[in-house]
């Protein structure tokens, strides 16, 4: 049975905006940095809203948040290269009041203020598109996350490997990797890849696994929700 799926599981770069990029920008043009000690509030559960962001340099932020039940949850960790929080114009919400960014460990960051960060995108076009990109994919994430709970490995195998695809149909990811990423087996995810591969809907080889169908393979995720005729 699959009684781990409520373990933190790291968030990699591809899921949530890679900005190392533009270190040495930020670096150069906001030059206050700022350490957090292990389990100290980064930003977040305050309902004031957000007048700092803060790119991580080195160290961990788990993104934490409160359930229905009051209860504090972990939905991922972010490292080195990410904005925590990603940008966003509004401030003051419901959800910064119940979300945070917590150091899970040392966390080194560069301070970025607000609307210097809001010109700098706008100087920046390619920055701009960074942080849009990041929001999808964070978005996408997410929504994975708080639904895989529900959902069998097959599914959440198969919703995971769409998030994590390639431009060259392929997912770079081990099976003892997927098998953390998805808080199950080894074991299972071997199965759920054999089945896939026998049905034509992936190629697996060592560290890797390459999508020979997409819309077979989207049909069977979380994704898409069959209607029975």
Not at 98 to 114: D, L, M, N, R, S
Not at 144 to 158: A, Y
Not at 162 to 173: A, D, G, P
């Given at each position: 049975?699959?009684d781990?799926?409520?373990?933190?599981?790291?968030?990699?770069?591809?899921?949530?905006?890679?900005?190392?990029?533009?270190?040495?920008?930020?670096?150069?043009?906001?030059?206050?940095?700022?350490?957090?000690?292990?389990?100290?509030?980064?930003?977040?559960?305050?309902?004031e809203?957000?007048?700092?962001?803060y790119?991580?340099?080195?160290?961990?932020?788990?993104?934490?948040?409160?359930?229905?039940?009051?209860?504090?949850?972990t939905?991922?960790?972010?490292?080195?290269?990410?904005?925590?929080?990603?940008?966003?114009?509004?401030?003051?919400t419901?959800?910064?009041?119940?979300?945070?960014?917590?150091?899970?460990?040392?966390?080194?960051?560069?301070?970025?203020?607000?609307?210097?960060?809001?010109?700098?995108?706008?100087?920046?076009?390619?920055?701009?598109?960074?942080?849009?990109?990041?929001?999808?994919?964070?978005?996408?994430?997410?929504?994975?996350?708080?639904?895989?709970?529900?959902?069998?490995?097959?599914?959440?195998?198969?919703?995971?490997?769409?998030?994590?695809?390639?431009?060259?149909?392929?997912?770079?990811?081990?099976?003892?990797?997927?098998?953390k990423?998805?808080?199950?087996?080894?074991?299972?995810?071997?199965?759920?890849?054999?089945?896939?591969?026998?049905e034509?809907?992936?190629?697996?080889?060592?560290?890797r696994v390459?999508?020979?169908?997409?819309?077979?393979?989207?049909?069977?995720?979380?994704?898409?929700?069959?209607?029975?005729?």
């Amino acid at each position: 049975m699959d009684d781990e799926r409520s373990r933190t599981i790291p968030l990699s770069i591809s899921l949530a905006g890679d900005f190392s990029a533009y270190e040495g920008l930020f670096s150069q043009r906001f030059p206050s940095y700022k350490r957090f000690e292990p389990g100290e509030t980064i930003q977040g559960f305050s309902s004031e809203g957000t007048e700092y962001y803060y790119y991580i340099c080195s160290g961990e932020a788990a993104f934490m948040f409160y359930d229905e039940n009051g209860t504090v949850l972990t939905l991922s960790l972010h490292g080195p290269g990410i904005i925590v929080p990603l940008y966003r114009a509004s401030g003051g919400t419901p959800m910064e009041a119940v979300t945070a960014f917590v150091a899970a460990g040392e966390v080194a960051t560069i301070v970025i203020p607000k609307a210097e960060l809001f010109e700098l995108m706008c100087q920046n076009p390619d920055l701009w598109q960074c942080m849009s990109d990041a929001w999808c994919k964070w978005a996408n994430y997410t929504l994975f996350r708080l639904v895989s709970n529900e959902s069998s490995v097959r599914k959440r195998l198969c919703s995971f490997l769409l998030l994590h695809v390639q431009s060259n149909s392929e997912v770079v990811y081990s099976q003892e990797e997927l098998a953390k990423a998805l808080a199950t087996s080894r074991e299972s995810v071997s199965r759920a890849l054999s089945d896939l591969r026998s049905e034509g809907i992936v190629d697996v080889s060592r560290g890797r696994v390459k999508i020979l169908s997409y819309d077979r393979l989207a049909h069977l995720s979380m994704y898409v929700t069959r209607q029975d005729s």
